[in-house]
């Protein structure tokens, strides 16, 4: 029922700043919490940011200080907003959407978006 598209991704210098969209269908977007996690090649997807309906936020160890997410209801949009990027940043990127139901959490992914920190 929930799609969600991602965009802005691509390469990048280290030092340089990207800033990734995740545009959402349906009606509800206000309802669920948005998250941004992040694969690299070998490892486990993490989790790197996360902004509930209330605008609450957490943020990986690793991105505090560089990484902002937010959010924009009215556009059906969350935003990762990423400065100060290394090279240890590569990875795909994924938006996520989660809400808690009677039966059990609904969860959507996005497609997955690459972002690469290089020279």
Known sequence: Q??????????????GSLRLSCAASGSAFSTYAMGW??????KQREMVGIITSGYSTNYADSV??????SRDNAKNTV??????LK????AVYYCNAKR??????DMYWGQGI????SS
């Not at 996690?37 to 070998?42: I, M």
């Open 2 to 15: 929930v799609q969600l598209v991602e965009s802005g991704g691509g390469l990048v210098q280290p030092g």
């Open 64 to 69: 505090k200080g560089r990484f902002t997410i």
């Open 79 to 84: 935003y990762l907003q990423m400065n100060n």
């Open 100 to 105: 808690a139901t009677p039966w059990g959490a």
């Open 87 to 90: 090279p240890e940043d590569t």
């Open 37 to 42: 996690y992040r694969q690299a090649p070998g």
């Open 114 to 117: 690459q972002v690469t920190v």
